[in-house]
């Protein structure tokens, strides 16, 4: 599977830079039209109380997936933050803690969980699966680099120096896991107007059970945008 993936032309992928990131803060008005449009969301199909950890990204917190969790609370899930406070980054450190947590969750209640995960949180979420296939039932991602990591985003310098890796050698190491294919549903919401991550790196052509979704939406917004509410609902109602 990686000597397949090396064989793609990654050079073509187009990487938004640091300054583009100003126009992140239109994000804001995905935010306003979401309140507006939530009376039609609700109407959306309910939940089978399926429990759901939402994953935030880079540098954020729980605070800022509280509108996507209230939401599917809303539609009969049981969603819940992931509890660690804010994402600092470091994936080998926060990968074994989501580890820790969904497996003491499902020895807690025995059943399966969904992990939907925004920016960096969708990466940790795909990669929480792929380390626990026997009890992640569905993933859902939003923007999240799953092709490369960092590389193919305009903070790629800005996270090798904070953490001090080799992004080149990272993405070969990201390109390792696919060996271990992805086997449950699997959702990847994109956006060519991400001002953050490359669109081409969204997208998942490998994992077996993958369904890439365009939408119109900043990097930002895809947190708090109606049309990809309105997906996700579908996307979790595929697997009732």
């Not at 995960?117 to 569905?138: M, P």
């Not at 998942?204 to 109606?226: C, F, K, M, R, W």
């Amino acid at each position: 599977m990686a000597k397949v993936m090396d064989a793609i032309d990654r050079t073509k992928y187009y990487i938004p830079s640091k300054f583009q990131m100003v126009k992140e803060v239109l994000g804001i008005l995905e935010a306003g039209k979401l309140v507006f449009d939530m009376p039609n969301l609700l109407k959306c199909q309910k939940g089978d109380g399926t429990r759901i950890i939402v994953l935030p990204g880079f540098a954020t917190d729980d605070i800022f997936t509280f509108p996507l969790r209230k939401f599917l609370e809303n539609i009969g899930y049981k969603p819940e933050g992931w509890g660690l406070g804010n994402n600092h980054g470091d994936v080998p450190v926060l990968l074994d803690l989501m580890n820790q947590k969904i497996r003491e969750m499902v020895k807690e209640n025995q059943e399966k969980i969904i992990l939907i995960g925004w920016s960096l949180g969708g990466y940790l979420a795909r990669e929480t699966a792929r380390d626990n296939q026997d009890i992640v039932k569905q993933v859902i991602t939003l923007g999240s680099p799953i092709i490369g990591g960092p590389k193919y985003t305009s903070i790629a310098d800005i996270y090798s120096k904070r953490h001090n890796v080799n992004i080149d050698q990272l993405e070969k190491e990201i390109d390792e896991r696919f060996n271990n294919p992805l086997k449950m549903p699997i959702f990847s919401i994109y956006s060519k107007n991400d001002n953050v991550v490359s669109w081409q790196a969204c997208i998942d052509l490998y994992s077996p059970n993958v369904i890439n979704q365009e939408i119109d939406a900043t990097h930002i917004g895809l947190i708090a945008n109606s049309e990809a509410y309105s997906y996700i609902s579908k996307f979790l109602a595929m697997t009732h």
